[in-house]
């Protein structure tokens, strides 16, 4: 019975997303954030985003205050994602964050056979919570180029019916900036670690990723932003690797528009998304954000996220 519900959860995740494979536990590496979904995903070298708990935990570096907090609300197919985030930043620039995020199925239809019957409606959700920790550690010792680290250790769960597979997991990254911090440069080492359920041992989905991001002040009213992420993990294994890109065009400081791509699995979908940051006070930040992404065949997932950000301003530096 258990490794017929297993193989139900390695269902679930697979047909709910198109980009997860064929494993347990893979809703992990699901985007469920709004400003990185618009960009395709790529987010590896990204900096001072409180989504970095979930990505790269080096991002989450350079934050403009001391706190910071962010949720978000998606509504899909077969289920709905939720993410949610809270960051603390020293003066020294250390910062410490914590994220959860998950998502929960529409209830499966009875019709699914194990032991000697056939299920009634059973209740599925994914769970996922981890706690994060950045130092900017070419501010903090003067190295001659901006460099941050960073770490998450997290919990994961996913459950149908009575039947759970748990996970203990950690991720590194680091992230170099060039060029006053125009030019980035990151990598991404996430799900380092080990789970399963009472019957059987699974490994969490290891995803190696390498990122680069370029910022162009093209007038003081506009700018362009552009990340780029390539799986390096599946490349290293002789597959084709899964490659997210995006754009952003940056108005007024006020106003962004993104489109984003992604390749895997022999498909090419298209993300897009929009926002707007508002100064509720002097240095305190409120971002409201916007994306769809699209599914070969399943169809649009429509996010919504804000996130505010308040207290002593920090920053980041830029006389790299």
Not at 295 to 305: K, P, Q, V, Y
């Amino acid at each position: 019975m258990r490794s017929r519900i297993v193989a139900v959860l390695f269902f679930c995740g697979s047909i709910a997303h198109p980009y997860v494979g064929a494993s347990a536990l893979e809703f992990m590496n699901i985007d469920m954030c709004a400003v990185s979904s618009s960009f395709g995903g790529a987010g590896s070298a990204s900096s001072g985003t409180i989504e970095g708990v979930y990505k790269n935990p080096s991002s989450i570096t350079g934050l403009p205050t001391a706190f910071s907090v962010y949720g978000s609300y998606a509504l899909y197919v077969l289920d709905s994602l939720y993410s949610g985030a809270f960051a603390y930043q020293f003066e020294n620039g250390i910062v410490l964050a914590f994220g959860t995020k998950g998502i929960f199925y529409n209830a499966i239809e009875a019709g699914i056979p194990y032991t000697s019957g056939f299920s009634t409606n059973l209740g599925a959700f994914d769970l996922y919570a981890a706690g994060a920790i950045a130092l900017p550690l070419g501010d903090m010792l003067s190295l001659p180029i901006g460099f941050s680290v960073g770490a998450t250790l997290g919990y994961a769960l996913e459950v149908l019916d009575t039947t759970a597979i748990h996970a203990f997991v950690a991720s590194v990254g680091g992230v170099a900036f060039f060029v006053e911090r125009k030019l980035t440069a990151g990598v991404t080492i996430k799900n380092i670690g080990i789970g399963g359920t009472d019957a059987e041992t699974i490994l969490p989905p290891l995803e190696i990723l390498l990122g680069a991001g370029y910022t162009w002040d093209v007038i003081d009213a506009l700018s362009l932003k552009g990340l780029l992420d390539i799986d390096a993990l599946s490349f290293a294994q002789g597959g084709i690797p899964t490659v997210r890109a995006g754009v952003e065009v940056l108005i007024m400081k006020f106003a962004a528009v993104r489109l984003g791509c992604v390749y895997a699995d022999s498909q090419f979908d298209i993300t897009a998304g929009a926002g707007a940051k508002f100064s509720l006070t002097a240095g305190a930040p409120f971002s409201v954000d916007y994306s769809f992404s699209t599914a070969t065949w399943i169809g649009m997932r429509h996010t919504l996220s804000m996130s505010y950000s308040f207290g002593d301003i920090r920053g980041q530096k830029t006389t790299r």
